[in-house]
């Protein structure tokens, strides 16, 4: 009965530890002789300063990697638009704007902190605004800006978190509020002195580097967010290590081998002297005739050629994870040509530039708008101090078409502006004008237009009273069919009915 109930013990064990899995007894899959249920996820150490240095200055995809995605998102710019962009004073002001920025070097700044951001998981661009604040470690009065005087760019190894938010119920909780800018001062008796200089985070436009699942706050003032290159650090290593071999097999790509008879007898019995100069008269021969001379019936010589099958496909495949990881396309990363037939890499490109647009819109862009604000907000700002209402950010499109597609993407436009000026949904001055406003047709006459379109909605807004319907045509009666003067108005009389025919047969 004992044994029963142990039997029965066990067959419930069994049924309970493989309740969400198979086991094959025999082979020992899911069993604890299964080698696959020993391979667990580890953490691995951390990219060093020296290593993401080394990374960076050295291997040329982690540099590509790292530089690629800031460097792509402020290619072509951007310009500002605001609510009443149409008319000429507003234009003028967005330009006025966007040479402010361009003044300090705003993008090039925030290209560059946010390329550090990305290697060192820090960076950061400290704005030289002029508040009236005697001490960097106070907050920015940003209504108090007076100038905006310059942009300097802060990395991870200049930086060191001196202070969080600790309040819970504030926006910003876990997050810094407050860094120590390192730099050397000077030496005292030898030793490294160190500035104490306290900034506060909204004197700085920071860049973090990819997110992790470590606590938000340590000791010692780190970040616990990871360089980008971390994920990428593994596939990395493999695809330099395929590449080197590769290169060790093309350095061995052919090797000659040289049959001797008896030669370990020849060797054994203090036959070395002679084997060398056997060597140096084949290396001769081979000098002077661009042959190998060798011994018909004791020695052979032959080459033996390194098979290079598969070679390609296994680089190509390594490749393809590094750009897995790094989250960027093939012809992206390698400048690799798209492969396959009728590939034109087009979807590629499309995809990366999607992206692009996505990492600029949630990392970039609040703080350029911030920079922004800040420049209207400047006294002896472009908008000498008035911040503006109902402006965005418009960034420049990276995609750009050839001649040909910009013409056909004009034919389209224009096909439908006419079919809704043909369907009177609008006037014809606001088709005009609105071909023009996109650039496709330079030549027109916007101010004429605006005028005439003026002109047309004045109409329309302010019909004329049935008197003046009435005056208007008692004026044209006068006028007569000709635009003359009709009756007493110096014309000739018209014909009287009695010699209506005397006037036909004249």
């Not at 650039?439 to 916007?446: A, K, R, S, T, Y």
Request: negative net charge; proline residues 4%; hydrophobic residues 40%.
């Amino acid at each position: 009965m004992l044994d029963l109930a142990a039997s029965l013990s066990d067959r419930i064990t069994d049924i309970v530890a493989r309740i969400d899995g198979w086991q094959n007894a025999v082979s020992g899959l899911g069993t604890l002789r299964d080698k696959t249920k020993y391979h667990t996820p580890t953490p691995t150490a951390a990219l060093s300063e020296g290593e993401l240095i080394a990374l960076f200055d050295d291997d040329d995809v982690a540099a590509r990697i790292i530089e690629q995605l800031p460097s792509d998102s402020v290619r072509q710019g951007f310009r500002l638009k605001l609510e009443s962009d149409d008319s000429a004073q507003a234009t003028t002001i967005a330009r006025d704007v966007v040479k402010a920025v361009d003044a300090l070097q705003g993008l090039q700044k925030l290209r560059e902190a946010w390329t550090w951001g990305r290697l060192y998981n820090l960076g950061a661009v400290f704005v030289g605004a002029d508040d009236g604040a005697l001490d960097a470690r106070e907050p920015l009065n940003v209504e108090g800006v007076r100038s905006v005087k310059f942009l300097n760019v802060l990395r991870r190894t200049q930086l060191q978190v001196e202070t969080y938010y600790t309040d819970v119920r504030a926006p910003k909780y876990g997050e810094p509020e407050t860094f120590r800018l390192l730099q050397q001062a000077g030496t005292t008796y030898g030793k490294r002195v160190e500035s104490e200089v306290i900034i506060h985070e909204s004197r700085l436009l920071i860049f973090r580097g990819v997110m992790t699942a470590r606590e938000p706050i340590l000791s010692g003032g780190l970040l616990t967010d990871h360089s980008v290159l971390q994920r990428c650090k593994e596939p990395l290593q493999y695809a330099s290590q395929a590449w080197m071999s590769a290169s060790h097999l093309m350095a061995d790509a052919s090797q000659g081998v040289l049959h001797i008879k008896d030669l370990m007898r020849m060797l054994a019995t203090n036959g070395e002297g002679l084997l060398k100069k056997r060597m140096q008269v084949m290396d001769l021969c081979r000098s002077v005739c661009r042959a190998i001379l060798v011994e018909a019936e004791t020695e052979k010589f032959e080459r033996v050629t390194t098979s290079f099958q598969g070679l390609p496909d296994m680089l190509d495949r390594q490749m393809m994870r590094v750009s897995a990881a790094a989250r960027m396309p093939l012809t992206i990363l390698f400048g690799r040509s798209p492969a396959g037939m009728n590939a034109t890499g087009e979807s590629d490109t499309r995809a990366w530039y999607d992206q692009v647009a996505t990492e600029r819109a949630e990392r970039l862009e609040p703080k350029l708008r911030y920079l922004i604000e800040l420049l209207m907000r400047a006294k002896d700002g472009p908008t000498k101090g008035k911040l503006l209402d109902g402006w965005e950010i418009h960034w420049n499109p990276l995609w750009q078409p050839t001649d040909k597609e910009q013409a056909e993407t004009f034919k389209l436009k224009s096909d439908a502006i006419c079919g809704l000026v043909n369907a009177q949904v609008v006037q014809p001055e606001e088709g005009a004008l609105k071909i023009a406003h996109d650039g496709g047709f330079q030549e027109l006459d916007v101010a004429s237009r605006e005028q005439a379109l003026k002109v047309v909605l004045d109409r329309v807004a302010n019909p004329p009273s049935p008197e003046e319907l009435m005056a208007q045509q008692q004026k044209l009666k006068q006028l007569g069919p000709g635009g003359g003067g009709g009756g007493d108005a110096g014309g000739d009389d018209p014909p009287d009915d009695n010699n209506a025919d005397d006037a036909g047969a004249s």
